[in-house]
């Protein structure tokens, strides 16, 4: 059986936590292209190096960050995404242009 430490939790079988994605930059999303945005949601690195993974407390509903080594699956750190993130990220309404029909 693998144990996943959560950071809230502790110790924890893995079959509790769903995996939410690599921790990685986010492009403006008001700025950005389709295309860099698609890059961003959908696609990974897929390297042979140490990750920062969102992970998913399903029991508790606690996400938090992991750190593994994508070879050998080692599970090196895990930690409150507070540690790293300082700023809220806000994603304000952008009106429609030339969509026609009243906003």
């Given amino acids: 059986m693998k144990i996943m430490p959560c950071p809230l939790n502790g110790p924890r079988n893995i079959n509790e936590f769903v995996y939410g994605g690599e921790v990685k930059a986010m492009p403006n999303h008001q700025e950005c292209s389709d295309k860099e945005w698609a890059e961003y949601v959908f696609y990974a690195d897929n390297n042979i190096k140490v990750v920062q993974e969102w992970w998913f407390h399903s029991a508790s509903g606690y996400w938090f960050?992991?750190?593994?080594?994508?070879?050998?699956?080692?599970?090196?750190?895990?930690?409150?995404?507070?540690?790293?993130f300082t700023k809220r990220v806000s994603f304000d309404a952008v009106p429609n242009q030339g969509q026609g029909g009243k906003q």
């Fill in 65 to 84: 960050i992991a750190e593994r080594h994508t070879a050998s699956d080692e599970i090196i750190d895990t930690y409150d995404p507070s540690e790293i």
